[in-house]
């Protein structure tokens, strides 16, 4: 491989709203973490808020910062003690790196680590607290990556993080082979939920949303759409269903009044998963007696742990096409653009993809 240059192109937050296009040093790797050429990086619901300083002070601590979780790349250089990868390993990066030795990490739970955020402790939430994958070039854990499948590229597993999330809240609730399904929010998590509660053996997925997404997933696998501007969804639900209800319920919009809307269309010892990420403002009033008597259960999912071999096998054996959510597409250079797009959902957009090295990564 080529020799490293010395300095990188990177997407730089300033401050909170401001970003510019700057050059700056390239990484070195710490003991147990590789160098990545970073291949794709996908924008993220969350990366707006941590752009516009709404998070300030936790999302990011401090400024300069790069944002960026949602990446795919090759390692091209080894920090101390690394076996587990080599040079020109293809590989998928997660956002969490947990500490490794607290309850939760043993327990593989390593997203809701107990030293969240403690530095010292090995903790590392890359694009949140840790600078992220906006550039050309940057040092991971080797406890954050994955191999990739030959088959797979960058783009597609750029997608590891959606898919990833997606799954570990259908993983929780688990799906009910022949069963019915109810996802809320056609964004990129909710298709991807659609999809993977049709994959794990759902006779029926409906859909509940508005606008384009709803008609995208329409077009991308939904057997039945509810549009929340036409008609009252928990009503369309249990209308739908014969008046039981749904056997899960993934609510992915985070949506004030979707989790007590969630509840109320699940059938009788029903599960609902909730995969959205609110704003600290929304509080919800939920139905107690209902989730008493009717025995709901309701799982919180945070994030994609242990989930990247799962959705890379499936996006390799074509079982879980990603290729028709990624719908835009901009160089590193497009920055400010590829954003826009993103948020105002310019050309239908679902997800829009960075490319900081080009279109070969």
């Known amino acids: 491989m080529s020799k490293l240059p010395q300095t990188m192109k990177a997407c730089v937050l300033t401050a909170p709203g401001r970003f510019?296009?700057?050059?700056?040093?390239?990484?070195?790797?710490?003991?147990?973490?590789?160098?990545?050429?970073?291949?794709?990086?996908?924008?993220?619901?969350?990366?707006?808020?941590?752009?516009?300083?709404?998070?300030?002070?936790?999302?990011?601590?401090?400024?300069?910062?790069?944002?960026?979780?949602?990446?795919?790349?090759?390692?091209?250089?080894?920090?101390?003690?690394?076996?587990?990868?080599?040079?020109?390993?293809?590989?998928?990066g997660e956002a969490h790196k947990g500490c490794g030795y607290c309850k939760n990490c043993k327990e593989g739970r390593y997203t809701i680590c107990l030293n969240y955020g403690k530095r010292e402790t090995g903790h590392r939430h890359y694009g949140f607290v840790e600078n992220g994958a906006y550039?050309?070039?940057?040092?991971?854990?080797?406890?954050?990556?994955?191999?990739m499948p030959s088959n797979v590229s960058f783009a597609e597993a750029s997608m590891c993080d959606t898919t990833g999330v997606a799954l570990h809240g259908v993983e929780l609730a688990g799906v009910t082979p022949g069963g019915v399904a109810v996802v809320i929010g056609p964004g990129p998590i909710g298709l991807s939920a659609m999809k993977l509660a049709k994959l794990m053996g759902a006779a029926t997925v409906i859909m509940v949303g508005r606008g384009a997404r709803l008609k995208a997933a329409a077009h991308l696998g939904a057997d039945l759409c509810v549009d929340i501007n036409a008609e009252d969804p928990v009503e369309a639900v249990r209308r739908l269903t014969g008046g039981v209800g749904a056997d899960e319920v993934f609510e992915c919009s985070g949506a004030k009044g979707t989790f007590c809307q969630g509840v109320?269309?699940?059938?009788?010892?029903?599960?609902?998963?909730?995969?959205?990420?609110?704003?600290?403002?929304v509080m919800e009033e939920i139905?107690?007696?209902?989730?008493?008597?009717?025995?709901?259960?309701?799982?919180?999912?945070?994030?994609?742990?242990?989930?990247?071999?799962?959705?890379?096998?499936?996006?390799?054996?074509?079982?879980?096409?990603?290729?028709?959510?990624i719908t835009h597409r901009f160089p590193l250079e497009q920055f400010a653009d590829a954003l826009d797009t993103f948020v105002h959902r310019k050309g239908n957009a679902v997800k829009v993809v960075i490319l900081p090295n080009g279109e070969n990564g």
């Open 264 to 281: 109320r269309m699940a059938r009788k010892g029903g599960r609902v998963s909730l995969l959205g990420v609110a704003t600290d403002d």
């Open 20 to 92: 510019e296009l700057q050059e700056v040093p390239v990484p070195h790797p710490g003991p147990g973490e590789v160098l990545c050429r970073i291949g794709a990086v996908a924008i993220c619901g969350s990366d707006p808020e941590i752009i516009r300083g709404d998070l300030a002070g936790s999302w990011p601590p401090s400024y300069p910062f790069i944002a960026g979780h949602e990446w795919a790349g090759t390692v091209v250089a080894l920090g101390d003690g690394v076996t587990q990868f080599q040079v020109g390993d293809r590989v998928a």
């Open 135 to 147: 550039c050309q070039y940057q040092s991971y854990s080797v406890r954050s990556l994955t191999l």
């Open 287 to 325: 139905p107690f007696k209902y989730v008493t008597h009717n025995e709901i259960a309701i799982f919180g999912s945070r994030a994609n742990p242990n989930t990247s071999p799962k959705v890379l096998a499936l996006m390799s054996s074509d079982q879980l096409n990603v290729q028709d959510m």
